[in-house]
């Protein structure tokens, strides 16, 4: 029975790992403000990054979005950056049934299954489990409706999660995830972020763009690329500067 326990705690692991390309990163939004990742924090696998994100905040919306380390310009569209804010802000009925799908998961069907081994526990909290399902992918079928998300990705999603209630858990990523934007991941950190978000983000661009320069520096061809680079450096270590 503990293989069932560990089969539930791989396919969430499974589902919560990301494949990001170089030129993107996440943002996130926490209880008071937001956080930033780019790609390069991850585990590199065949030129793409692998990362997992915090697995302990199942509310929190994770938008993925590119950025340019040869055009960076700071600050950039307020507008793109409230529309985020916005589309975060329609999560909120999620975080009830997310949370205690994620009790019933982690903690109570696994004491009916290798302490109590109680059929009578067994069913209520297989049962419990499904209702849980059941109303996040109604919750995710409004979201797909009001707007919020494509409504073939709503549809899609429900049913993936209805399916297999592991899956439910990363809904909210998921459906964030999918949001068409267009907006620039730096310059929404920029707008969103309170200052010592921002400063850790730039930081480890700053860092990321210095090793990249270094290791194309001799390279004739990615000269224009590199003067690009360089300017967005500058641009970066202003606005850091200036947030001291």
Same mark, same amino acid.
């Given at each position: 029975?503990?293989?069932?326990?560990?089969?539930?705690?791989?396919? *969430?692991?499974?589902?919560?790992?990301?494949?990001?390309?170089?030129?993107?990163?996440?943002?996130?939004?926490?209880?008071? @403000?937001?956080?930033?990742?780019?790609?390069?924090?991850?585990?590199?696998?065949?030129?793409?990054?692998?990362?997992?994100?915090?697995?302990?905040?199942?509310?929190?919306?994770? *938008?993925?979005?590119?950025?340019?380390?040869?055009?960076?310009?700071?600050?950039?569209? +307020? /507008?793109?950056?409230?529309?985020?804010?916005?589309?975060?802000?329609?999560?909120?009925?999620?975080?009830?049934?997310?949370?205690?799908?994620?009790?019933?998961?982690?903690?109570?069907?696994?004491?009916?299954?290798?302490?109590?081994?109680?059929?009578?526990? /067994?069913?209520?909290?297989? @049962?419990?489990? *499904?209702?849980?399902?059941?109303?996040?992918?109604?919750?995710?079928?409004?979201?797909?409706? /009001? @707007?919020?998300?494509?409504?073939?990705?709503?549809?899609?999603?429900?049913?993936?999660?209805?399916?297999?209630?592991?899956?439910?858990?990363?809904?909210?990523?998921?459906?964030?995830? @999918?949001?068409?934007?267009?907006?620039?991941?730096?310059?929404?950190?920029?707008?969103?972020?309170?200052?010592?978000?921002?400063?850790?983000?730039?930081?480890?661009?700053?860092?990321? +763009? /210095?090793?990249?320069?270094?290791?194309?520096?001799?390279?004739?061809?990615?000269?224009? *690329?590199?003067?690009?680079?360089?300017?967005?450096?500058?641009?970066?270590?202003?606005?850091?500067?200036?947030?001291?």
């Amino acid at each position: 029975q503990w293989q069932i326990v560990l089969a539930i705690c791989l396919f *969430y692991l499974y589902d919560a790992a990301l494949l990001l390309k170089r030129d993107e990163g996440l943002l996130r939004r926490l209880r008071h @403000g937001w956080t930033g990742i780019l790609a390069s924090r991850g585990f590199e696998l065949r030129q793409q990054w692998l990362l997992w994100p915090s697995v302990f905040v199942l509310h929190q919306p994770l *938008y993925r979005l590119r950025w340019n380390a040869a055009q960076i310009t700071l600050p950039g569209d +307020m /507008q793109q950056a409230r529309h985020l804010e916005t589309h975060a802000a329609s999560f909120s009925a999620f975080a009830l049934p997310l949370y205690l799908l994620a009790t019933l998961l982690f903690i109570a069907l696994p004491l009916s299954l290798l302490v109590l081994h109680s059929e009578l526990a /067994q069913l209520i909290c297989l @049962g419990l489990i *499904y209702l849980c399902t059941a109303a996040l992918s109604l919750l995710t079928l409004r979201h797909g409706r /009001q @707007g919020h998300s494509p409504r073939a990705l709503a549809r899609s999603t429900a049913l993936q999660i209805f399916l297999c209630p592991p899956f439910a858990l990363n809904v909210v990523r998921k459906l964030s995830m @999918g949001y068409p934007s267009s907006a620039d991941l730096l310059q929404t950190a920029h707008s969103l972020m309170k200052l010592d978000q921002w400063q850790l983000l730039a930081e480890q661009t700053e860092n990321w +763009m /210095q090793r990249e320069m270094q290791e194309i520096a001799e390279l004739p061809e990615h000269a224009e *690329y590199l003067a690009g680079m360089r300017r967005s450096l500058e641009v970066l270590q202003a606005s850091h500067s200036a947030s001291h």
